[in-house]
């Protein structure tokens, strides 16, 4: 049942709540919650559930392959509930892949490209301080246990949980993690463009953030190993910059792990933006364009294609 619920700040200051800043706020939150609840999952992981005894050691994290679905089920759920946060007022962008290819294909206006994306990033820092403030006994716990090069004291692996890196079978090399965000983002970018699409077969707007959810987690399970699985340049660098000022230095940036990979932080950044812009012009080249000619030409769906469902009142 809906309830008028007053304003917690004066009218008079209300008004500017209403525009850009209202959205930008959104967006910090909605980007807030979506780190505290997706670097949150992997602390637990890498650090947390170790340390207190309730794995086979305390330094042991991922033993078989199923142990992946914990941060991708988690991120995934963060993804769900960032947009439900901020989709009401800001539309839960929630990463400037999505905000350009909007600009680019949605005619969103540019303007706001630019006060979005520092929203979503400075929103990412905030809930990477939130994740460190709590796992911080865990995170020092598992580096001091660690063995192997450290950088001021930090391991690799505690590093992971806010940051994204290469695996090592690229052995340093750029394109095949470059591709693989470019790839992971613009399939990211075309399941949104579906679930969002009126003219397509409708998803209840109030599962739409539960789908984009689950579209996260599925590019997690199927591309997730190769890089990191940032598909998100803020979801990245928001982390990598805390990570560097609490003492992560060159892993974090400028991402530099001797013998492993050098100045690796450019490619969560272009890769994603790169892919999101390819994954609109893809749905809507592919899909865009024919449900486009087909609502000015009439034609209904295909047999035994779903359609929005629609009611009509009783007389």
Request: glycine share 14%; charged share 10%; with cysteine.
């Amino acid at each position: 049942m809906a309830v008028q619920v007053p304003p917690l700040v004066r009218p008079s200051r209300l008004r500017r709540r209403g525009g850009l800043l209202g959205e930008c706020l959104a967006e910090g939150l909605g980007m807030f919650v979506l780190i505290s609840f997706g670097c949150g999952v992997a602390a637990m992981a890498v650090a947390a559930l170790p340390g207190s005894g309730r794995t086979e050691g305390p330094t042991t994290m991922f033993v078989a392959a199923g142990d992946w679905l914990m941060p991708v089920a988690g991120w995934g759920l963060a993804v769900t509930f960032g947009v439900y946060v901020a989709g009401g007022v800001s539309g839960a962008h929630l990463n400037p892949a999505v905000t350009l290819a909007f600009a680019v294909r949605r005619k969103f206006p540019w303007a706001k490209v630019v006060p979005y994306v520092v929203a979503q990033i400075v929103g990412a820092f905030a809930g990477a301080v939130l994740v460190y403030a709590v796992y911080h006994d865990a995170i020092s716990s598992l580096d001091q246990a660690l063995k192997g090069p450290k950088t001021n004291g930090h391991t690799l692996a505690t590093f992971s949980i806010f940051g994204t890196f290469p695996a090592e079978y690229f052995h340093g090399g750029i394109w095949g993690p470059l591709v693989d965000q470019i790839v992971g983002t613009a399939f990211m970018l075309i399941f949104i463009m579906a679930v969002i699409d009126m003219r397509n077969p409708a998803v209840r707007i109030y599962l739409g953030p539960l789908v984009i959810g689950f579209a996260v987690a599925a590019i997690g399970l199927s591309y997730g190993a190769n890089a990191g699985y940032a598909i998100n340049p803020a979801r990245d660098l928001g982390p990598r910059l805390f990570a560097w000022a609490a003492g992560w230095q060159e892993l974090a940036l400028p991402g530099t792990s001797p013998g492993s990979f050098h100045d690796y932080f450019w490619i969560p950044l272009v890769g994603p933006l790169i892919g999101g812009v390819i994954g609109v012009l893809i749905y809507d080249l592919v899909i865009g364009d024919a449900l486009h000619i087909r609502a000015q030409t009439a034609k209904p769906p295909e047999v035994g294609c779903t359609r929005p469902v629609t009611s009509t009142k009783e007389e």
